[in-house]
């Protein structure tokens, strides 16, 4: 039944799976076979070393290490599995005290973030690189039904100083990390459907205006599919418009949206999310 319960999820997924190179360790992990809901966390990671994602599975991949992660995020948003989900890696024992007391490595996904150093020796996550995990973890969150509770530092775990960027004091790398695993699932929620509104009687007739080429079409409604992988929700009906959010969707992926105003080539949402561009569309 909770097998079930785990597919219909994946298949109402909203958030698009990330493209992810793999070389799986053949040594560093343990053969476990875990079940969907008996992975409970997320534990975000930093190399702690220069190394890019690749060249971190081949470190693990056939020699003992003793340790390892199911993934790695790289320099240029790459990312590369190095043990298969269902799988334990070791990624956030310890020998001494845990701080956490449940997440181990039996019940949670280890991902490890590559890094870099600054002018001042400071470790730091390129832009590409907190992209890229950002969709990973959100990915990740909604496959295994995983609230923002749930994603934690390594630090967090054992009060290893680990994702060090994360865990500096006066660094808003992890404040600001926990809202964008947040937000990026809600920026193309599915709309709910509603009732549809019953017709009412007219109070007046008025001569009809004549035809002109429109600019502006209000009261229109009709549902749309995107043709693209990824489409921007402006505040308003043009590019100059602040970006409010994005539909990001694979093809066989694809969900409906109602288009309730148009606007010289833009589309309102009924959701009351924002305007998009028709040009990326069509009508279903």
């Known amino acids: 039944m909770e097998q079930r319960a785990w597919m219909r999820r994946m298949k109402a997924m909203a958030v698009t799976k990330p493209e992810v190179h793999r ?9 476990s076979n875990r079940k969907p809901e008996q992975i409970k966390y997320l534990v975000k990671h930093y190399v702690g070393a220069t190394g890019g994602a690749e060249a971190n599975c081949k470190y693990f991949y056939d020699k003992f290490r003793g340790a390892s992660s199911h993934f790695f995020v790289g320099h240029n948003g790459e990312i590369w599995q190095c043990v298969e989900e269902n799988d334990t890696a070791w990624h956030c024992g310890t020998s001494g005290k845990y701080k956490h007391k449940e997440c181990r490595n039996s019940n949670s996904i280890g ?3 590559c890094v870099k150093k ?18 990973l973890f959100a990915y990740l969150m909604e496959k295994y039904h995983i609230d ?12 290893k100083t680990c994702g060090e960027p994360d865990v500096r004091k006066g660094n808003k790398e992890w404040a600001q990390f926990k809202k964008d695993i947040v937000e990026y699932g809600k920026e193309a929620a599915p709309e709910q459907p509603t009732a549809p509104e019953q017709p009412t009687t007219p109070t007046q007739t008025t001569t009809p205006e004549q035809t002109t080429a429109p600019t502006q079409n209000a009261g229109v409604t009709y549902t749309i599919v995107t043709t693209c992988d990824s489409l921007k929700i402006r505040s308003g009906a043009s590019t100059i418009y602040k970006v409010v ?16 105003e148009e606007k010289n080539g833009w589309g309102k949402l009924k959701s009351g999310a924002g305007w998009i561009s028709l040009a990326y569309t069509k009508r279903v």
Request: hydrophobic share 30%; net charge negative.
């Open 23 to 31: 070389l799986i360790s053949k040594v560093n992990f343990s053969d």
């Open 118 to 135: 600054d002018a001042n020796g400071n470790w730091y996550y390129t832009e590409e690189t907190k992209k890229a995990a950002v969709q």
């Open 148 to 159: 923002a509770d749930h994603v934690l530092r390594h630090y967090d775990v054992t009060r």
């Open 111 to 113: 991902v490890e973030l």
């Open 245 to 260: 959010g994005r539909i990001r969707e694979s093809e066989g992926n694809k969900k409906e949206y109602t288009i309730v």
